[in-house]
């Protein structure tokens, strides 16, 4: 079981892409729990237990931010490159999430 | 081409999402963030209180109307103040600071730089048009001088030191008394003592600077920064809406008043539902144009991100289209992407600026489908919904050429693809 953050600007299109991610993450039968927020929740959300933070590449400048938060928490965070970033990215994302189960 | 494009993003568009990522200009992004379900609120009794529907609205009394308007005047109507306690409190946040005291204190320090000289010869009261959109820029300056004179003075060490053996919670009540009393006194000083009227002070200051945003070159150029942004793969309107919000506020903020007296035609034609319903239709870019020709196109990949996108597309979510066909650093895709959007601008701007079309005076929720969100952001002007189905059909046009000869070169490469298999 792994528990992933996906951040962007309100929490609308990272939706989308949480779709693309448990779509994939049934086919390869791994168990994954994730949640897609708005930036503005952050600070909040990054409190809770979270295995991985991926951020939506169009708040890239707000990387170096967010990022230093993740830290403190001990949180790995990595950005979405921005071709995986669609509904059929699923696949690719998958693989970068892999790295951390 | 793709020279120009690393170079616009290297010159203009890091630096600007970069600002606009700077601390006070987040806190103010924030800060208005907090109001805005507020005035989506407000603007449905304003809409209630002037419906579209002639019939329904000839047989309202006047004392009906003001009494549906009364929670519009105290949200909308009020929002500096509110907004006055979000910016110091996420200023605060960000220095670590306590965020409550700070925009508590950020809202005292604004009534008292906006309230009227002669306030005690009028049983004390004052005009609540000062604590709406008017005030908005004394709204954040003065939050952002509270927050910064409270930090300041707490790294200065101005406060009572107090034993090491008090309790926690009596030494900060202490330490917090002279930064606050300082701020106030600071305060009252300049308005009360001085007699400087603040407000009138600094909306002098910001007056060219709305009027340009409001006018078509302005408009033009902030659709150009949009659209040029995305294209560098930045969140267009997180970033130049981090920066001009506040205008756009006041501006609309004023349509809104003049719309709340009957105003048959509004002063502003540019705020954020102007971009938010007419331009940027189907998101930034006015993709949904594109997404249409997607759905039939040839090419299996662009099929079927057609599908997957049309939906979202509709609600105005269009990132999976920006990065998945992609437009980001796409020359083919890009240039419609921007010249769509200048041209359906100009043509929205000077349908308004004729008066064919009514401007928009209400804030509806950003997911709505554009004609709808049109219809309701003119408070239910149906020439809207016309104005964006003709939108829509010229950034069709205009991306079709661009499309074809996109959709040419990925079919190359599939029919590649299925010949190597």
Redesign the interface.
């Known amino acids: 079981m792994i528990n992933v953050l996906i951040i962007?600007?309100g929490g609308?299109?990272s939706a989308?892409?949480v779709n693309a991610i448990k779509t994939e993450a049934a086919k390869e039968n791994i168990e994954i729990n994730i949640k897609s927020i708005g930036t503005?929740e952050f600070?909040n959300e990054i409190e809770n237990n979270w295995d991985l933070v991926l951020v939506?590449?169009?708040?890239?400048?707000?990387f170096d931010?967010l990022k230093m938060e993740a830290k403190e928490k001990d949180i790995p965070i990595e950005l979405i490159l921005?071709?995986?970033?669609?509904?059929?990215?699923g696949e690719n994302l998958m693989e970068q999430i892999k790295k951390y189960l | 081409m793709e020279k120009l494009f690393q170079w616009l993003e290297k010159t203009i568009i890091?630096p600007m999402?970069?600002l606009?990522?700077q601390r006070h200009l987040k806190a103010i992004r924030?800060g208005i963030?907090y109001i805005s379900p507020l005035i989506v609120v407000g603007s449905i009794f304003l809409i209630i209180a002037y419906p579209p529907i002639p019939k329904l609205a000839e047989n309202m009394s006047l004392e009906l109307v003001e009494n549906i308007l009364i929670p519009f005047r105290l949200t909308i109507g009020l929002m500096s103040l509110y907004t006055s306690f979000g910016i110091a409190y996420s200023l605060a946040?960000s220095y670590q600071l306590d965020g409550i005291p700070c925009g508590i204190l950020a809202m005292v320090s604004f009534i008292m730089a906006t309230i009227p000289l002669d306030i005690n010869e009028r049983s004390f009261v004052s005009s609540m048009e000062n604590f709406g959109g008017s005030g908005l820029f004394t709204a954040i300056l003065i939050s952002i001088f509270t927050v910064e004179a409270i930090r300041m003075l707490k790294t200065k060490g101005a406060t009572i030191k107090m034993s090491k053996n008090t309790p926690d919670s009596v030494r900060k009540f202490y330490e917090t008394l002279i930064p606050i009393g300082l701020v106030i006194l600071i305060i009252w000083l300049v308005r009360i003592i001085l007699g400087l009227d603040i407000q009138v002070f600094i909306n002098k200051l910001f007056k060219p600077l709305v009027k340009v945003v409001n006018t078509l070159p302005g408009t033009l150029i902030i659709i150009l920064l949009i659209t040029l942004s995305?294209i560098a793969?930045?969140?267009g309107i997180?970033?130049i809406g981090s920066i001009i919000r506040p205008i756009w506020l006041v501006l609309i903020n004023e349509n809104m008043l003049a719309f709340g007296k009957g105003t048959k035609y509004l002063p502003n034609i540019i705020s954020e539902p102007f971009f938010q319903w007419f331009v940027l239709i189907g998101g930034s870019g006015a993709t949904l144009g594109l997404v249409l020709l997607f759905l039939n196109s040839k090419s299996d990949?662009l099929k079927?991100?057609g599908k997957?996108?049309i939906m979202?597309g509709i609600y105005n979510?269009?990132?999976?289209?920006?990065?998945?066909a992609?437009i980001?650093l796409n020359p083919i895709l890009g240039i419609p992407f921007v010249v769509g959007s200048i041209i359906t601008g100009a043509i929205s701007y000077l349908a308004m600026y004729f008066n064919i079309v009514r401007r928009p005076s209400i804030v509806a929720p950003w997911?709505l489908p554009a004609p709808i969100g049109a219809y309701l952001a003119t408070a239910g002007d149906w020439r809207a919904i016309i104005l964006v189905i003709i939108n829509i059909l010229i950034t069709t046009a205009i991306y079709y050429p661009f499309f074809k000869a996109y959709e040419k070169q990925l079919l190359k490469e599939e029919q590649g693809k299925t010949v190597t298999k």
Do not use: D, K
């Open positions: 962007c600007s609308m299109s989308i892409v503005g600070t939506a590449p169009q708040i890239r400048h707000r931010n921005p071709q995986n970033y669609s509904p059929l990215g | 890091l999402a970069r606009s990522e924030n963030g946040l995305w793969g930045i969140h997180s970033v990949y079927s991100l997957a996108c979202p979510i269009n990132e999976p289209i920006i990065f998945g992609p980001v997911t």
